[in-house]
Protein backbone atom coordinates (compact mmCIF):
# COMPACT_ATOMS: atom_id res chain seq x y z
CA UNK A 1 0.00 0.00 0.00
CA UNK A 2 2.46 2.65 0.89
CA UNK A 3 4.24 1.65 -3.07
CA UNK A 4 0.90 2.69 -4.12
CA UNK A 5 0.51 5.76 -2.02
CA UNK A 6 4.27 6.63 -3.22
CA UNK A 7 3.13 6.00 -6.98
CA UNK A 8 0.09 8.40 -6.69
CA UNK A 9 2.16 11.33 -5.57
CA UNK A 10 4.71 10.53 -8.66
CA UNK A 11 1.37 10.48 -10.93
CA UNK A 12 0.23 13.74 -9.04
CA UNK A 13 4.02 14.95 -10.25
CA UNK A 14 3.40 14.48 -13.97
CA UNK A 15 -0.10 15.64 -14.04
CA UNK A 16 0.63 19.20 -12.65
CA UNK A 17 3.92 19.69 -15.43
CA UNK A 18 2.78 21.50 -18.13
CA UNK A 19 4.17 22.58 -21.72
CA UNK A 20 5.07 26.05 -21.93
CA UNK A 21 3.92 27.32 -25.45
CA UNK A 22 7.44 29.11 -25.88
CA UNK A 23 9.15 25.79 -25.46
CA UNK A 24 9.83 25.34 -21.94
CA UNK A 25 8.53 22.68 -19.23
CA UNK A 26 6.51 24.89 -16.16
CA UNK A 27 6.23 23.12 -13.01
CA UNK A 28 2.87 23.95 -11.17
CA UNK A 29 3.52 22.64 -7.14
CA UNK A 30 0.99 20.53 -5.65
CA UNK A 31 -1.50 21.20 -3.36
CA UNK A 32 -0.99 20.09 0.63
CA UNK A 33 -2.84 16.86 1.40
CA UNK A 34 -6.07 17.86 2.69
CA UNK A 35 -6.82 14.43 3.82
CA UNK A 36 -5.06 11.73 5.34
CA UNK A 37 -6.51 8.53 4.53
CA UNK A 38 -5.20 5.40 6.99
CA UNK A 39 -5.88 2.12 6.10
CA UNK A 40 -5.60 -0.26 8.98
CA UNK A 41 -5.96 -3.96 9.36
CA UNK A 42 -3.50 -7.01 8.17
CA UNK A 43 -4.51 -9.16 4.76
CA UNK A 44 -3.54 -12.35 6.47
CA UNK A 45 -6.41 -12.30 9.14
CA UNK A 46 -9.93 -12.59 7.19
CA UNK A 47 -12.29 -9.92 7.52
CA UNK A 48 -9.25 -7.77 9.39
CA UNK A 49 -7.68 -6.95 5.65
CA UNK A 50 -11.47 -5.53 4.34
CA UNK A 51 -9.56 -2.10 4.09
CA UNK A 52 -6.74 -2.91 2.42
CA UNK A 53 -9.20 -4.96 -0.27
CA UNK A 54 -11.29 -1.91 -0.29
CA UNK A 55 -8.27 0.28 -0.70
CA UNK A 56 -6.49 -1.75 -3.69
CA UNK A 57 -9.29 -1.42 -6.00
CA UNK A 58 -10.93 1.96 -5.03
CA UNK A 59 -7.61 4.19 -5.31
CA UNK A 60 -7.53 3.68 -9.25
CA UNK A 61 -10.68 4.53 -9.64
CA UNK A 62 -10.73 8.38 -8.28
CA UNK A 63 -10.35 11.13 -9.70
CA UNK A 64 -7.28 13.08 -10.19
CA UNK A 65 -8.33 16.00 -8.08
CA UNK A 66 -9.19 14.11 -5.36
CA UNK A 67 -6.07 11.95 -5.59
CA UNK A 68 -4.06 15.06 -5.44
CA UNK A 69 -5.50 15.67 -2.10
CA UNK A 70 -5.27 12.49 -0.35
CA UNK A 71 -2.06 11.10 1.59
CA UNK A 72 -2.33 7.21 1.98
CA UNK A 73 -0.76 5.08 5.24
CA UNK A 74 -1.12 1.70 5.94
CA UNK A 75 -1.24 0.92 9.45
CA UNK A 76 -1.61 -2.29 10.70
CA UNK A 77 -2.79 -0.67 13.74
CA UNK A 78 -3.88 2.78 14.62
CA UNK A 79 -1.41 4.44 17.11
CA UNK A 80 -2.82 7.31 18.77
CA UNK A 81 0.10 10.00 17.65
CA UNK A 82 -0.98 8.51 14.38
CA UNK A 83 -4.15 10.67 14.69
CA UNK A 84 -3.98 13.09 17.76
CA UNK A 85 -2.93 16.45 16.68
CA UNK A 86 -3.38 16.72 12.87
CA UNK A 87 -2.28 19.52 11.28
CA UNK A 88 -5.31 22.07 11.13
CA UNK A 89 -7.09 22.00 8.45
CA UNK A 90 -6.08 18.09 7.49
CA UNK A 91 -9.12 15.25 8.01
CA UNK A 92 -8.42 12.02 9.17
CA UNK A 93 -10.60 9.23 7.34
CA UNK A 94 -9.89 5.36 8.77
CA UNK A 95 -10.79 2.72 7.17
CA UNK A 96 -11.00 -0.53 9.23
CA UNK A 97 -12.86 -3.64 9.77
CA UNK A 98 -15.51 -2.51 12.95
CA UNK A 99 -16.17 -3.86 15.92
CA UNK A 100 -19.47 -3.41 17.70
CA UNK A 101 -20.99 -3.85 14.09
CA UNK A 102 -22.96 -6.85 12.63
CA UNK A 103 -20.68 -8.48 9.62
CA UNK A 104 -21.05 -7.23 5.94
CA UNK A 105 -22.84 -3.94 7.59
CA UNK A 106 -20.66 -0.51 6.84
CA UNK A 107 -21.05 2.26 9.34
CA UNK A 108 -19.15 5.97 8.96
CA UNK A 109 -18.73 7.88 12.59
CA UNK A 110 -17.08 10.73 13.14
CA UNK A 111 -13.95 10.83 14.77
CA UNK A 112 -14.24 13.19 17.38
CA UNK A 113 -17.82 10.66 18.37
CA UNK A 114 -16.08 7.90 18.95
CA UNK A 115 -16.38 6.12 22.06
CA UNK A 116 -19.57 8.26 22.61
CA UNK A 117 -21.56 5.34 22.45
CA UNK A 118 -20.51 2.38 24.80
CA UNK A 119 -20.29 -0.85 22.78
CA UNK A 120 -20.98 1.32 19.37
CA UNK A 121 -18.60 1.30 16.19
CA UNK A 122 -15.22 1.36 16.60
CA UNK A 123 -12.18 0.58 14.61
CA UNK A 124 -11.13 -3.04 15.59
CA UNK A 125 -7.64 -1.77 15.48
CA UNK A 126 -8.67 0.65 18.29
CA UNK A 127 -9.85 -2.78 20.38
CA UNK A 128 -6.72 -4.56 19.34
CA UNK A 129 -4.09 -2.12 19.81
CA UNK A 130 -5.54 -0.41 23.29
CA UNK A 131 -6.14 2.44 21.65
CA UNK A 132 -9.94 2.83 22.66
CA UNK A 133 -8.59 3.88 26.22
CA UNK A 134 -5.96 6.34 24.76
CA UNK A 135 -8.46 8.03 22.38
CA UNK A 136 -11.15 8.43 25.14
CA UNK A 137 -8.69 9.90 27.65
CA UNK A 138 -7.46 12.13 24.83
CA UNK A 139 -10.64 13.22 23.81
CA UNK A 140 -11.73 13.85 27.33
CA UNK A 141 -8.96 16.07 28.30
CA UNK A 142 -8.23 17.66 24.95
CA UNK A 143 -11.13 17.60 22.92
CA UNK A 144 -9.00 19.97 20.45
CA UNK A 145 -6.55 17.40 19.77
CA UNK A 146 -8.65 15.42 17.91
CA UNK A 147 -9.04 15.33 13.98
CA UNK A 148 -11.44 16.59 12.34
CA UNK A 149 -12.78 13.20 9.69
CA UNK A 150 -14.44 10.23 9.60
CA UNK A 151 -14.35 6.57 10.74
CA UNK A 152 -15.62 4.26 7.89
CA UNK A 153 -15.92 0.70 9.04
CA UNK A 154 -17.50 -2.78 8.35
CA UNK A 155 -18.79 -5.26 10.35
CA UNK A 156 -16.73 -8.89 10.24
CA UNK A 157 -17.26 -12.10 10.59
CA UNK A 158 -13.41 -14.01 11.31
CA UNK A 159 -10.39 -12.78 12.07
CA UNK A 160 -7.99 -16.13 12.44
CA UNK A 161 -4.86 -16.09 10.62
CA UNK A 162 -4.39 -17.47 7.00
CA UNK A 163 -8.19 -16.95 6.97
CA UNK A 164 -9.93 -15.19 3.98
CA UNK A 165 -12.67 -12.30 3.13
CA UNK A 166 -16.22 -14.02 4.70
CA UNK A 167 -18.86 -14.01 2.49
CA UNK A 168 -20.36 -10.99 4.59
CA UNK A 169 -17.63 -8.73 3.80
CA UNK A 170 -17.02 -9.81 0.49
CA UNK A 171 -20.94 -9.39 -0.41
CA UNK A 172 -20.65 -5.57 1.34
CA UNK A 173 -17.21 -4.61 -0.36
CA UNK A 174 -19.01 -2.31 -3.02
CA UNK A 175 -21.11 -0.82 -0.72
CA UNK A 176 -17.65 0.10 1.66
CA UNK A 177 -15.90 1.43 -1.17
CA UNK A 178 -18.81 3.74 -2.33
CA UNK A 179 -19.05 4.96 1.21
CA UNK A 180 -15.16 5.54 1.57
CA UNK A 181 -15.14 7.16 -2.04
CA UNK A 182 -18.38 9.82 -0.82
CA UNK A 183 -16.34 10.38 2.71
CA UNK A 184 -13.01 11.26 0.70
CA UNK A 185 -14.67 13.27 -2.06
CA UNK A 186 -16.64 15.37 0.77
CA UNK A 187 -13.93 15.77 2.90
CA UNK A 188 -11.20 16.64 0.07
CA UNK A 189 -14.28 19.10 -1.34
CA UNK A 190 -13.78 17.57 -4.45
CA UNK A 191 -17.17 17.15 -6.42
CA UNK A 192 -18.33 13.68 -7.79
CA UNK A 193 -16.47 10.76 -5.95
CA UNK A 194 -16.62 7.57 -8.99
CA UNK A 195 -19.33 5.57 -9.43
CA UNK A 196 -17.92 1.99 -7.81
CA UNK A 197 -18.63 -0.82 -9.72
Do not use: W
Request: aromatic content about 4%; glycine content about 12%.
Amino acid sequence: MERTALAIRIDMDALHTAIDPRGGTRMHPLSPPSVRLFVCGTADRGDDGAALSAVATLLPTLPSALLERLEVRRCGHLRAEDILGMPAGEFAVVIDAAAGVAPGHVVAVPIRTLGDIEGGPMPRSFQESGLEATFAAAHAATPETMPDGVFVGIGGRRFGYGRPLSRSVRLAMRSFQQVIATELARLANVPGGPAVK
